[in-house]
């Protein structure tokens, strides 16, 4: 075919596909839009998952009569005028691409009416073909109607995902920039029935409970940095709270939602050995920067965003996320339920740990290990979370049950889980020598094992990583692995067995950072060279063991997230023995 210059309706057709994918885009770009004409209120109207109908009205600014028609013509803005002003963008849109490219791909009306003025003025585009704006009555502000997305490209109508889905992607997109904007009043009802309804009174933890439950908004922790060139603020998990992807996690540079692997990367160092592997936290994080800091042209859909000093945001992020959670990471208490109990058990003593304000755990969330609320359940206060992460200095008592160590600290009992203490020891001893080899004991005779597929192929990315670890190994046929050495501390365990401790289940739709793939791999080895409960230690070993606890950057959890020890305060041996306060 000759060489031809596209028909202007294919040509916005193609750019439209770029800035409009789904129906959850349109209501993104008219937010925005909505946002950058100064709105306080906001209505969102869906049908039919998007399909049917999306209308946005606010109550803005409005468009003057007379630049209505321009407003749906592609590249016509009215937040920039010169190439410079793109490095000092304060606007959510700068494209001047939304209204065209939604006109292209629906039947569009745009009702709208200035301050000050006597009428509204409304402008119709059908499959981008624009009518004569017509006078009409209107409140001051803004109403963008869209019907029958798509119904000019019925491909792209296919790849939509089920209604259920495309609902909820819109619902995600209203609430984040509900959470992003509390100080504007959000409304969004699909098919009449009302979704979302925020009060526009600035508080961002009632869209957080609205997100999430009110239990865990409770619990999230609030995050806030000020440099003058840069502010983070917002809200992450606690350690407790986890996902098992990283969808719950949500970057906003400069007021506008970005999807940044490399952010997103920067949090979860901070909570590096903090979480259990394969576990994600919930964040919400506002980065606010000077715009010329900032490069927001990078995406059509300004979805990605390019840093000019990409490893100060980064290391600030990571810090900052570092140092709350190392503040609220507490020592688990005991809660109520140490109790006398004759009836059920041998032992008499019948000491079940709770953590305090934790109310018991369900599906997404993991075990809990600790928890910032310091009141007990029934009036006692039973939780004394320590202010650092570190363990104060410990007095061994003894080992009992042949699984835990009792020590005596500045206040009060504490019980060391042997295994879980262990772990961890393991597990930052081999993370800070990851630098050097870790030693390693060669067989004998090299051992052939036979690996699943996706076993192999996880090893076979692996294998210079694995080498540090003490693992020498070489693909020894399509599946097979020639094992040559491994680790000493897994000495004990046959070659086979070695290799099966590192190919556990990887999640499926993650492909985790390498610095993740290390940690996992890591804190597997740590499991299984851990010693046991069961395990009888001499007492020379229990204060080796209590010494090197104290000496870990996060005593407090295993790699896996679970604690390493609870903590009984003298105060609730006091009260338990109906000293103080008894009930
Ligand atoms: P952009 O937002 O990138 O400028 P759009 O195509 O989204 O491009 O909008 C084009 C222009 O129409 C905007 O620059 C703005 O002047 C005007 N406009 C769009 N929506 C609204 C609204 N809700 N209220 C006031 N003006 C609007
Ligand atoms: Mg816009």
Redesign the pocket.
């Known amino acids: 075919m000759p060489i031809k210059i596209l028909p202007p309706e294919v040509a916005s057709q193609i750019a439209a596909g770029e800035v409009v994918e789904r129906p959850s885009s349109v209501v993104k ?2 937010i ?3 946002l ?2 100064g ?1 306080s209120h906001i209505v969102i109207t869906i049908a039919g998952a998007g399909k049917d109908l999306i209308e ?1 009205s ?1 109550d ?4 003057p009569e007379t ?1 209505l028609p321009l ?2 013509e592609r590249h ?5 005028s010169s190439a410079a002003d793109l490095f000092q963008i304060t ?10 490219s939604i006109g292209s791909v629906s039947r569009m009306s ?1 009702t ?1 009416r200035q301050t000050g003025s006597q009428a509204g003025t409304i402008l119709k585009i059908d499959g981008g073909v624009i009518s004569r704006p017509k006078a009409i009555g209107a409140p001051t ?2 109403s ?1 109607r869209v019907q029958n997305l798509f119904y000019n490209i019925p491909a792209r109508l296919k790849f939509l995902k089920s209604d259920r889905t495309e609902r909820s992607r819109i619902d995600e997109v209203v609430t984040l920039y509900a959470i992003a904007y509390p100080e504007v009043r959000f409304e969004l009802t699909q098919d009449e029935r009302d979704v979302l309804k925020t009060s526009g009174k600035g508080g961002r933890l009632e869209i957080l409970a609205s997100m999430y439950g009110v239990d865990i908004a409770r619990q999230m922790l609030e995050i806030r940095s000020n440099h003058d060139h840069l502010q983070i603020r917002g809200f992450i998990s606690p350690t407790t709270i986890t996902r098992t992807n990283r969808k719950a996690i949500t970057f906003f540079v400069n007021g506008r939602p970005v999807q940044d692997a490399a952010l997103v990367a920067a949090l979860l160092k901070g909570y590096h050995t903090l979480l259990m592997v394969g576990r994600y936290p919930i964040g919400i994080i506002f980065i606010d920067i000077s715009p010329e800091m900032v490069d927001v042209n990078v995406h059509p859909a300004k979805a990605e965003v390019r840093f000019r000093d990409r490893e100060d945001v980064f290391v600030s992020v990571q810090n900052v996320i570092r140092g709350v959670l190392l503040a609220h990471t507490p020592v688990p208490g005991l809660g109520p339920q140490l109790r006398w109990s004759p009836t059920s058990s041998n032992s008499g003593v019948d000491v079940s740990w709770t953590v305090a304000g934790d109310k018991g755990f369900s599906g997404q969330e993991n075990i809990p290990q600790g928890s910032q609320q310091s009141e007990g359940v029934g009036g006692m206060a039973t939780q004394s979370a320590l202010p650092s992460s570190r363990v104060p200095l410990l007095r061994l008592i003894g080992q009992i049950a042949s699984a835990y160590l009792v020590a005596e600290g500045p206040d009060g009992l504490y019980l060391i889980d042997q295994h879980a203490a262990h772990e961890r020891i393991l597990f930052e001893r081999y993370l800070s020598q990851s630098q050097e080899k870790i030693p390693s004991q060669t067989l004998l005779e090299p051992a052939v094992v036979e690996l699943p597929p996706a076993g192999f192929r996880q090893l076979d990315e692996q294998i210079p990583l694995l080498e540090k670890l003490g693992f020498k190994l070489e693909p020894f046929g399509p599946s097979t692995m020639l094992v040559r050495a491994i680790p000493a501390l897994l000495g004990n365990l046959d070659p086979a067995s070695a290799l099966r401790v590192l190919v556990e289940d990887f999640e499926e739709d993650e492909t985790p950072l390498q610095e993740e793939i290390e940690s996992m791999i890591i804190a597997r080895v740590c499991k299984r060279a851990a010693v046991k409960a069961g395990q009888v230690l001499s007492p020379e070993e229990q204060s080796e063991l209590l010494s090197n606890l104290e000496a870990c950057r996060s005593p407090r959890t295993c790699p896996h997230g679970r604690p390493t020890m609870i903590h009984i305060s003298v105060d609730l041996l006091e009260k338990q023995f109906g000293r103080k306060g008894a009930r």
């Open positions: 770009e008219l925005e839009n909505s950058d004409a709105a946005v606010d803005g600014s409005g468009i630049e407003a749906v016509a803005t009215s937040k920039l606007t959510l849109g700068f494209r001047g691409e939304a209204l065209s745009i709208t502000g803004t963008v």
